[in-house]
């Protein structure tokens, strides 16, 4: 098993290098530069994430025109749909994952349209599996579980409307009542059902967690773990403004977000083992229990609010008949 592992690499070193020279001899000097970009960032060899300069590199690529922030990100998914081996795949991810934390606008503009045309699969990565050995088949867990969490990123940011990183989101902290006070109960709601399903893409994790000895997913757990702060906040602040809104929901809005409170509740296990008990933020499932406890005492008081309206409204009608 170590020979097969060991020929791979060496075998994908010189694919690496094939491919660069290919790459540089194209006829299009100006995506051959680019392609080279991202080869040197999604190499086979190493078991390490890209180098933050590799990283820059890339993210720099959205700095010059629209053609070359289009040709950087086709490049990119040309190299994550065309491989086979579960690293490079984690290793695009990761880039795909830096441009949206980090990129410049034009990029994650060009990435936004592989998302729009492509559904909620855009990475198209369910069925991706490397079956070189046991390990390997592990790693296609961790790409499949990836791909879904970046999927479910790009979806947040639409739903709500920026970047979990823009400056925008950053300035929600300290001023929730002031960015919340016009938004519609429906927003709020449909807002929480996006941030929650990425909780739950998260606590959906594989079963091979001793894989975060790897230096790569041991990046990659770190920077979702940074995602999943961020995701937080956004909850906590939707949940306590609707909380204080809790008298002025219909019937269906209540089981809306009593469903999306238990869903969350539901996931908290399975983040719990992938960070260890790092980004407890215990007031935030405090607030959650609160919330939903609220929730359900006056949706019993209403439903018997309206049963005893049906008696009174019964009554009314057989002693006006006799």
């Known amino acids: 098993m170590g020979y097969r592992k060991n020929l791979r690499i060496v075998c994908g070193n010189l694919k690496d290098k094939g491919s660069l020279i290919k ?3 194209s006829s299009k000097p100006h995506k051959s530069a680019v392609r080279c970009v991202i080869l040197r960032a999604t190499t086979h060899g190493s078991s390490s994430p890209p180098s933050n300069h590799r990283i820059a590199a890339v993210i720099s690529l959205g700095l010059e025109s629209k053609t070359e922030a289009c040709s950087c990100i086709q490049a990119l998914m040309d190299r994550l749909h065309s491989t086979s081996n579960a690293l490079v795949a984690l290793k695009c991810l990761y880039t795909i994952h830096n441009i949206i934390g980090k990129g410049f606008f034009i990029l994650k503009d060009q990435l936004s349209m ?5 559904g909620r699969n855009f990475l198209k990565l369910l069925t991706f599996r490397d079956d070189l050995d046991p390990e390997t088949r592990e790693m296609s867990k961790w790409v499949r579980w990836y791909a879904a969490i970046l999927e479910q990123n790009l979806l ?15 300035n929600v902290i300290g001023k929730e009542k002031d960015n919340f006070s016009s938004s519609l109960n429906s927003d709020l709601l449909n807002d929480i059902d996006a941030l929650v399903e990425f909780a739950c ?44 809104r809790m008298m002025s929901l219909s019937s269906s809005e209540w089981t809306q977000f009593l469903n999306s409170l ?14 260890r008990n790092r980004n407890r933020n215990d007031e935030l499932w405090d607030l959650v229990k609160e919330t939903k406890a609220k929730l359900v005492a006056v949706m019993k008081e209403r439903g018997n ?3 005893r309206t049906l008696v009174v409204r019964f009554l009314q009608r057989t002693s006006g008949a006799s």
């Open 156 to 170: 947040v940011s639409k739903v709500l409307g920026c970047h979990l990183y823009s400056k925008r989101a950053k």
């Open 305 to 307: 609010d309206g049963k």
């Open 201 to 244: 893409q998260v606590g959906d994790l594989p079963d091979s967690l001793h894989l975060q000895r790897k230096s790569l997913v041991y990046e990659i757990v770190r920077s979702v773990g940074e995602d999943y702060r961020l995701v937080q906040r956004e909850i906590g602040t939707r949940v306590a403004e609707l909380e204080a």
């Open 262 to 275: 238990t869903k969350f509740e539901d996931c908290k296990e399975g983040i719990s083992l992938l960070f």
């Open 23 to 25: 790459t540089v001899l």
């Open 114 to 118: 592989y998302e729009y045309f492509g």
